[in-house]
């Protein structure tokens, strides 16, 4: 069975700070790892990864895969209270369509 | 409209009602897929379609009834549900195996 964990559960941190979260996973036949912001409604997407070691940069929010290790990390430096949200991470298999996720890391960035 | 559009946004019900819920992509994706989040759990995929086609089935159980009549909509139909099934309810779509996008979630109480 496919299997994502995040860490960590929840993070606290002031404006201004950088955080990295992570995720490992267990899958059989990977073929991508997504990452998505979730608020107070749906989750909209960030990321999606599927070569180990190519960073991918969009603003302040960057991940980077690591396929022999099995996890990736999402940084987002110069932290703002609208970082404020539940990141999640979920994997792809070549078996279909379906994504498994992991249970989210919740981020509080206070001002 | 735009994106993936979900309704109603809240539900609230009795365990003996049956109700719809509602979602609908306007970017021509070709697959749709049904989650369930409940408190402090990941996101729970239930069905997954595919040009109209139900590919998976997660051990939903049968008070939880999916319909697609075209690869733009996708219904949940619900009847005699428990209250542990009180929950968001999320749609999302995605063309091919790509990135999914999903819908604002139905949040959804059972009495």
Known sequence: EDKVVQSPLSLVV?????????????????????????EKKAPTFLFMLTSSG????????????????????????????????????????DAGNMLTFGGGTRLMVKP | ETGVTQTPRHLV??????????????????AMYWYKQSAKKPLELMFVYNF????????????????CPNSSHLFLHLHTLQPEDSALYLCA???????QYFGPGTRLTVT
């Open chain 1, 14 to 38: 002031h404006e201004g700070d950088t955080v990295t979260l992570n995720c490992s996973y267990e899958v059989t036949n990977f073929r991508s790892l997504l990452w998505y912001k979730q």
């Open chain 1, 54 to 93: 190519i960073e991918k940069k969009s603003g302040r929010l960057s991940s980077i895969l690591d396929k022999k290790e099995l996890f990736s990390i999402l940084n987002i430096t110069a932290t703002q209270t609208g970082d404020s949200a539940v990141y999640l991470c979920a994997v792809s298999s």
């Open chain 2, 13 to 30: 019900m009795g365990m003996t009602n049956k109700k719809s819920l509602k979602c609908e992509q306007h970017l021509g994706h070709n």
């Open chain 2, 52 to 67: 109209k086609e139900q590919t998976e089935n997660n051990s939903v159980p049968s008070r939880f009834s999916p319909e």
């Open chain 2, 93 to 99: 779509s995605s063309q091919d195996r790509v990135e």
